[in-house]
């Protein structure tokens, strides 16, 4: 599993925790940090197990009250930027210089 952390800008959340697929193309968990704590615990169940790009195609633009965002427009960013990180992230038994 690749994790990352994602900080959150413009929302109530304070982390994002990410962990996707060994390939980088499937959400195995994600947890937040601070923001609505039941809302953000059902996101994190709904998008358990599913394709990032899924995911990141329903939630990206969503927005909160007068916000531009909101913590799950900011998890599909959090995602985006996560799959470029494991795809730049030496595979897991590779040989290193």
Not at 13 to 39: A, P, W, Y
Not at 55 to 83: H, M, P, Y
Request: with cysteine; aromatic share 4%.
């Amino acid at each position: 599993m690749f994790s990352y952390d994602y900080v959150p800008h413009g929302v109530c959340s304070r982390m994002i925790h990410i962990g996707l697929s060994d390939n980088g193309k499937t959400i195995e968990q994600v947890s937040f940090e601070g923001g609505c704590n039941g809302n953000l615990k059902a996101i994190s169940k709904l998008v358990a197990g599913h394709p990032v790009d899924e995911i990141c195609g329903i939630l990206a633009g969503n927005t909160c009250g007068a916000r531009k965002t909101s913590c799950a427009d900011q998890l599909a960013r959090g995602l985006e930027v996560a799959v470029h990180e494991a795809s730049e992230a030496p595979a897991a038994g590779a040989a290193r210089d």
